[in-house]
């Protein structure tokens, strides 16, 4: 769903740009309550690990795809002001080195996709888990609705921008009709991943798990006549949080350097609506074309195999070094430790 430039008019974009700042700023102010020095680590790899996925076009209808847009993924692991942050990151990326979503759009896209994604997927999920039982297993069901409402309440988002300042006429009703249609098909591959990646993290770690936190409730027992609460257990815990994230790391190089290539080729969703609609009629060629790295291949690397596989994990390591860079700089400031110290446990 990524817009490129020329779909939306400058006024509309500019808008949409401040809404993002606003959106981030507040999101960096959150995000220092949600990120500490076990969670911030975390956060660079998820945003590493929604690249590397966003690459996986998986196909949805006759002559369509889709991909992960990451926004319900990110919120339940890891909070959803990070959230935001871990999407904005990705859209940044993939805009600035793979020419991938406009970067005059770009306050579109951050908008889209990463901020009514996350917050229509965590009011779900929220919502979801005040009336399940309890139990890891509803934290995974409650993950398979979320992300599957978030990618159509993405589409939807798309249609009143577009009515708003779109650059071509065409009637708004096709173009939601269209964009719900596909979009739901590809909400049940972004429920299938995100439920997933979430069950396998809390079979591992879920105290890392934010959208987990608090779901055991505390034993209280009676002391003196008054009630108290009892010592919480040790969570079971199967792998470090080293261990965690070298496991994670690797599996998003090989998604992108290796899995990428058997990716489905047809256009995406909103390629393809805006194809037969006429919506792509005033788009404009992207900013960053003449990148090195530009449509994911590496500029003078002839076999498609091999352009393909560098150029994600090209950015899957960028990816990761500056989210990271991004999340530790967050939590220092909240806990003004210069140091960061890690046990890695």
């Known amino acids: 769903m990524h817009v490129p430039d020329g779909f939306i008019d400058a006024p509309t974009s500019a808008v949409t740009g401040a809404v993002a700042a606003g959106a981030l700023a507040v999101s960096l102010r959150g995000a220092r309550r ?43 692991l890891v909070g959803p002001c990070t959230a935001v942050l871990c999407v904005s990151v990705v859209l940044l990326m993939q805009g600035v080195l793979f020419a991938d979503g406009g970067l005059t759009a770009l306050g579109v896209n951050i908008t889209d996709m990463a901020i009514v994604t996350t917050v229509v997927a965590y009011a779900v999920f929220r919502g979801l888990l005040a009336v399940l039982p309890r139990k890891r297993r509803s934290v995974t069901v409650a993950s398979f609705v979320a992300a599957l409402v978030s990618v159509p309440a993405a589409a939807v988002a798309f249609t009143l921008i577009y009515a708003v300042g779109g650059t071509t006429d065409v009637a708004i009703g096709k173009v939601a009709t269209a964009m719900v249609g596909v979009h739901v098909l590809i909400g049940i591959g972004e429920a299938v991943i995100t439920a997933l990646t979430v069950g396998a993290v809390i079979a591992v770690r879920p105290d890392l798990v934010h959208g987990a936190r608090g779901l055991r409730q505390r034993l209280r027992l009676r002391v003196n006549g008054e009630l108290v609460d009892a010592p919480a257990a040790p969570v079971a815990v199967r792998a470090s949080r080293r261990t965690l994230w070298v496991t994670g790391l690797v599996t998003s190089l090989v998604l992108a350097g290796f899995v ?26 992207h900013a960053a074309a003449g990148s090195p790295l ?5 500029e003078d690397v002839s076999d498609a195999r091999l352009s393909g596989g560098l150029a994600g994990v090209i950015g899957v390591g960028a990816t990761v070094v500056a989210g990271s860079a991004v999340f530790r700089a967050v939590r220092r400031r909240r806990d003004g430790d210069p140091a960061g110290v890690d046990t890695g446990v």
């Open 260 to 285: 990428s290539f058997y990716a489905s080729a047809a256009p995406d969703g909103l390629e393809k609506v805006a194809h037969d609609e006429g919506i792509d009629r005033k788009a404009r060629e």
């Open 34 to 76: 949600e990120l500490d020095e076990r969670t911030a680590p975390l956060a660079g790899l998820v945003a590493a690990f929604i690249f590397a996925v966003q690459m996986l076009n998986f196909p949805v209808a006759a002559g369509t795809s889709g991909h992960l847009l990451g926004g319900a993924l990110a919120a339940i």
């Open 294 to 298: 530009a449509d994911y291949g590496v």
